[in-house]
C-alpha cells in the first residue's frame, strides 16, 4: 500500500502583472465572485494540502489582506524581489523547511483551472512516481507561452521561454500551463541548481524540468482536456475574455441543474451564488456573493443582487439589493433598492422608487411607492402609504421607528424616529408624525387648509393662469345662471364673473365641512377616502 502523499500547495502571487496597469497586485482583480488567486486557492482546495504557501511580492500588503479573509489557514511568504518563478518556490520552500511529499505549485493568474484537473494531475504525478509533472495543453495561439519541448519519442526534454526559444520551438503549440507536480525532494535540490542564464535574467521554475531530466530522473507531462482552463490573465482584455468563460461555464452549470436563464449572454453570476430548481432568471441579471435564489422565484429583468437571500416564489424586478432577505412570495420593484438588512417576510411587497434599510416587513405588509423606510420594523399586513420617509437620522444618531400590524399609514408621512404607531391605527396623509400614535387611533399631524378665493386673478392679473381662473368663474357662474329658473338672459359674460367672485368671496376656511376633511373623519363618505387611503392596494 503506497503511503498517503504528504502535499504542499504553491501559489506564485508576488508578480506585479505590469500589463493590468493597475493599482491593485493582479492577483487581486475579482472574477465572478473571486479574485484570480481565491479562483486558484478554490481550484486547489480539495488536494486537502497540508499545507499551502503563498508567495507575495508586489502588494504584499494587500494580497495578505485578502488572504487572511478567504484563505486564514494559507501562510503568506514574502519574495521582496521578482527573481523569477524559481526563486519564489526556492522561497517558499525555505519557509516550509521540513519534508518529503509532493509540491503542487500554481500560477496565481490561472483563474479557469477545475479542480478536477488539478486532482488529475497530481494523481497522475504521485502513481507514476514522477519527479515531476507539468500541465499542458495544446491551444491555437501560444504566443507569450513556455512551450513543451518533447524528444523524437515524446518524452519531456525541456520547457523553453518563448524569447529563449528558437523558431522550430516557437512553432510548437503545446504549451506549459503554469501548474505543476513535484517531488519535493528533488525539487528542492533541483532548485538549488537553477542558473540566471537565460533572456530575463531570471530563475526559472521550468527549467527543474530540463535538470531533472538531465539527471536522469522521470519527468512527465500531463495534458489537460480542455485548454481553456489553463489560459491565464495578463491584461484586462484577457480578463474580460476569462470572465465570459466562467460566465458561460456558470451558466451552462446552472441550466444543467434546473434553472431557467432567459438571456444568459447578459446573466452574470458569481460562483459563489445558489440558485434552486425553476428560478427563473430575466436579461441583464447580476447575482453576486453570497446571494441565494429560492425555487420558482424570478429574478431580473435589470436586477442587482449582491448578498440578498431571495425565498421561494418571490419576484425581484428592474431593482438593487445589497445584504437583503426577500421572503417567499414577495414582490420587489420595479425600482426598488433594497440595503443591509432590509428583510421582507413572506408575500411583503416593496414597490416602485423605494429605498429600505435596516428594516423588517412582515408578511403581507406593503410599501408600494416613492418611500424611504429606514431603521424600521413593520408588522403584518399593514400598508405603507405612497410617498412617505422613516426619518431616521437627527444628524448625530440613528433611531429607530415601529409600525404595527394591520396599520394603514397616509400617504406623504413623515415618521420622525424613534417613534411607534401601534397596531390597526391609522394616520392621516400629509401628517408628520413626531409623538406614538396607539393602537386603533387616527394620527393627524399637519396644518388645516385655507384657500383664499380669487387670489390669483387678483395677485397675479394679467397671467395666463389669472385667465383661466377667470374663464373656469365664467363657465361656472353661467352654469350657475343657466340653471336658474328663467334667468337666461343673465347668461352674459360680465354677470358670470361677478357670480363668480361672489362665490369665491364666501368660500372662506374654517367651515363645518371643511373641518371634517381636516380632521380625516370621512366616515360621512363611507370611509371610501379616509386620509390615510393612499390607494395602493
Ligand atoms: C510562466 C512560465 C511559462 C508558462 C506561463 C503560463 C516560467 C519561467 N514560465 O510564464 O512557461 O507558459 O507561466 O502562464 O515560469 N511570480 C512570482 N515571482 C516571480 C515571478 C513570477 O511570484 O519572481 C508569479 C507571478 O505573479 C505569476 C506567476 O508567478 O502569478 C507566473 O509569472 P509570470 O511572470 O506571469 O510568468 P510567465 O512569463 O507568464
Ligand atoms: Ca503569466
Known sequence: MPQPHLRTVVVLAAGEGKRMKSTLPKVLHPLLGRTLLGHVLSAAAPLAAERTVVVVGHGADQVRGHLSEVAPDATPVLQAEQLGTGHAVRIA??????????????????PLLRPETVGALVTAHEEAAAAATVL??????????????????????????????????RAIREINAGIYAFDAVRLRDALGKLSTDNDQGEEYLTDVFGL????????AVHVAVDHVETLGCNDRVELATLRRLLRDRINEAWMRTGVTLLDPATTWIDVTVALDRDAVVDQNTQLR????????????????????????AASVVRSHAVGAEVGAGATVGPYAYLRPAARLAEKAKVGTFVEVKNTQIGAGSKVPHLTYVGDATIGEHTNIGAASVFVNYDGVNKHHTVIGSHARTGADNMFVAPVEVGDGAYTAAGSVIVDDVPAGAMGVARARQRNIEGWVVKRRAGTAAAEAAQRAGEAKGAQRVGEAKGAQRVGEAKGAQRVGDAKGASAAPGTASDSEAIHGVTETVGGASGPGDTATE
Not at 139 to 165: K, S, Y
Open 289 to 312: 456573493g453570497a446571494t441565494v435564489v429560492g425555487a420558482g422565484a424570478l429574478v431580473g429583468p435589470d436586477v442587482t443582487l449582491v448578498d440578498t437571500v431571495v425565498g421561494p
Open 93 to 110: 520552500l525555505d519557509a516550509v523547511p521540513d519534508g518529503a511529499g509532493t509540491v503542487v505549485v500554481i500560477n496565481g493568474d490561472v
Open 212 to 219: 531533472l531530466r538531465a539527471a536522469g530522473e522521470p519527468v
Open 136 to 169: 499542458a495543453a495544446e491551444v491555437p495561439d501560444p504566443t507569450g507561452l513556455g512551450r513543451i519541448v518533447r524528444d523524437a519519442d515524446g518524452r519531456l526534454e525541456q520547457i523553453v521561454e518563448e524569447r529563449d526559444a528558437d523558431a522550430t520551438q
